[in-house]
């Protein structure tokens, strides 16, 4: 079904004609260099064809004809390849680098020979008298080449051309010609369904995070076991090449630098795209997908049409009453990909409409909604899981250490409105009592999880999770919450907020997962703050008692031994609203809120 999916958004970008997709056959590669010859062959000069506006040369993009797959088998490329193939020379220089540049270049040399020596056209033959007459130890002597510019691939034009050999309709004509004469046996694709040659090899997917930089592979076969019934590679799952070809170029295009379809969260590098009736509806949702996903964090008037769309889905108007564009039956596919040694694992496959999407991301963010407001824009996924790893003091908290499998379901969840990661949970409870940073994001995960758990289970006699600060709540763990931010209020207004450790710093580990270990002894130690406290602000003391009063005495006789981790979530939301309440009034507008 993916490849599928894939293989339909190939033919839409080319029947749209969509910039940086090539036809069957040839694809998108990285060009630095090319090979200036005269009609006779002779190397007349070398151009730099790369982007040099920047700080760093970068290569220029050209359609060329696709590469075969290697690993360590020599294989050249059709008129176009590195410096090792087409020149026979290398940076590295030993006596086994020299043998394998030499058997390179001799390759290149015996294709070209083998594909051009019956084509009529005296521009490609200069090619063959080019090869013909190069020298490999020669290159220095050129003048025209410098140690800095091997290893680049280079492309091929005869001078006073303006293009390049391989666009030649007569060099597009050959390389047909090799596709068609591949020699792959003919099988019905499980894509098409039409008998077509197999792809024996696939070509490889780049840009996933974390993979080779060379590409890795989503289908491969490597083992003995799979050359049973005489079918090997490919053959054991019949693709056509031109399915391969078009489900590999629709994902290396997704996953190219700097595309609007594209989100790293975590390991899980995640694309996305939508079927509407035109590509500008296409595009219109794509880019209202991404904002959903991953909402800008600087861009204003963006966070303001983000708000408009969830007001929208919440009064149950159809979207395209904010734009015309968008078509709420409109198709979305995404594919999270990660990587797996040499080949390419799928974390997951969603699909569905543009409709159930917004909604579900919706409700996301009204699960993670809390009072007062802790943020300026809707969090996006990745902020959300940066909370899950160590805040260390000093430093910004790394990606890197994400728990690799919790991106993937994280997102699943979000774009399925399942119960999120039965992980997730712990992980926050973990890492808040390990480094003692009560975020208000790692306080809307827990009550984000909490509210849906009890949504999903249907567990109508349990207490609501509260967006704000509810007094008439009865909860052991939301009132102990409540009573620590109450005993840490006491001792900053006491000893001023300068001390060097509150009562947090020390206690809230314990104190949130074993209470009747802790609380006797804060309460205890209140009671001293109180007094100090009656000295300076009488009026403070008074109403700071009975804050403590009315929290105690909704709770049980005694303190409970230990708090489950569920408990310990609404402990930790019932601190926040605490917490909030001593600087912010309930009637606070919701867009006023601190990063």
């Not at 001799?106 to 070209?112: P, Y």
């Not at 007094?471 to 006491?494: C, H, K, M, V, W």
């Not at 209140?526 to 005495?553: C, F, T, W, Y």
Request: glycine content about 6%.
């Amino acid at each position: 079904m993916i490849l599928s999916a894939l293989h339909n958004y190939y033919q839409r970008l080319v029947s749209h004609h969509e910039e940086g997709i090539a036809s069957f056959g040839f694809s998108q590669e990285k060009i630095s260099y090319a090979l200036i010859l005269s009609q006779d062959g002779k190397l007349l000069d070398v151009q730099d064809i790369r982007d040099n506006r920047g700080k760093k040369p970068v290569p220029a993009i050209l359609t060329v004809p696709q590469p075969p797959k290697r690993s360590a088998n020599i294989a050249p490329c059709f008129l176009w390849d590195k410096s090792s193939y087409v020149l026979g020379v290398s940076v590295a220089d030993d006596e086994r680098s020299k043998k394998r540049n030499k058997e390179t270049h001799q390759s290149f040399k015996d294709m070209h020979k083998e594909l051009l020596a019956k084509c009529n056209s005296s521009r490609l033959e200069a090619l063959l008298t080019f090869l013909d007459r190069w020298e490999p130890d020669a290159w220095q002597e050129s003048g025209l080449l410098s140690e800095d510019m091997l290893d680049a691939n280079y492309v091929f034009r005869l001078d006073g051309d303006l293009e390049y050999m391989h666009q030649y309709p007569e060099a597009q004509k050959i390389r047909l010609a090799m596709l068609q004469q591949s020699g792959a046996r003919s099988e019905a694709c499980l894509v098409t369904g039409k008998h077509a040659p197999v792809a024996l090899l696939h070509p490889s997917i780049k840009g996933v995070y974390g993979a080779q930089t060379a590409g890795a592979s989503i289908v491969s076969f490597n083992l003995d076991a799979f050359t049973s019934y005489g079918k090997s590679q490919g053959e054991n799952a019949p693709i056509s090449e031109e399915a391969t070809f078009a489900y590999t170029t629709t994902l290396n295009h997704l996953l190219r630098k700097g595309s609007r379809q594209r989100l790293q969260l975590g390991d899980a590098s995640v694309v996305f795209w939508a079927e509407s009736g035109t590509m500008e509806g296409s595009h219109a949702v794509e880019g209202l997908f991404a904002n959903l996903l991953n909402p800008p964090v600087t861009d204003s008037s963006e966070s303001d049409r983000l708000r408009s769309v969830l007001d929208l889905i919440a009064k149950g108007r159809p979207l395209k009453s904010l734009n015309p564009d968008l078509e709420d039956d409109t198709a979305i596919y995404v594919l999270g990909l990660a990587p797996n040694a040499s080949r390419l694992s799928v974390r997951f496959w969603e699909t569905g409409s543009l409709h159930s999407f917004a909604e579900r991301l919706a409700q996301h963010y009204r699960d993670l909604e809390l009072r007062p407001l802790p943020w300026k824009t809707e969090a996006s996924v990745w902020r959300l899981l940066l909370e899950t790893v160590p805040h260390r003091a000093g430093s910004q908290p790394k990606s890197d250490d994400i728990p690799p499998q919790l991106a993937g379901e994280m997102i699943r969840a979000i774009l399925t409105g399942l119960r999120y990661p039965a992980s997730l949970l712990s992980n926050l409870i973990m890492r808040m009592r390990a480094d003692g940073d009560i975020s208000p994001l790692r306080v809307a995960l827990c009550k984000a999880v909490l509210v849906r758990d009890a949504r999903i289970s249907n567990k109508t006699t349990q207490k609501e999770i509260p967006m704000g600060l509810d007094l008439e709540n009865t909860d052991p763990g939301y009132l102990l919450g409540r009573l620590f931010a109450t005993l840490e209020n006491i001792q900053q207004s006491a000893l001023g907020r300068d001390i060097n450790a509150t009562i947090r710093d020390r206690y809230y580990g314990a104190g949130s997962a074993t209470p009747a270990s802790i609380f006797p002894v804060l309460v205890r130690n209140a009671q001293h703050h109180l007094s100090r406290l009656r000295k300076d602000r009488p009026g403070a003391a008074v109403n700071l008692e009975k804050q403590i009063n009315e929290i105690v005495d909704k709770l049980p006789p005694s303190f409970p031994k230990s708090l489950r981790i569920e408990a310990q979530g609404r402990f930790a939301i019932g601190y926040y609203h605490q917490s909030k309440a001593r600087f912010s009034n309930q009637e606070t507008d919701s867009n006023e809120g601190e990063d």
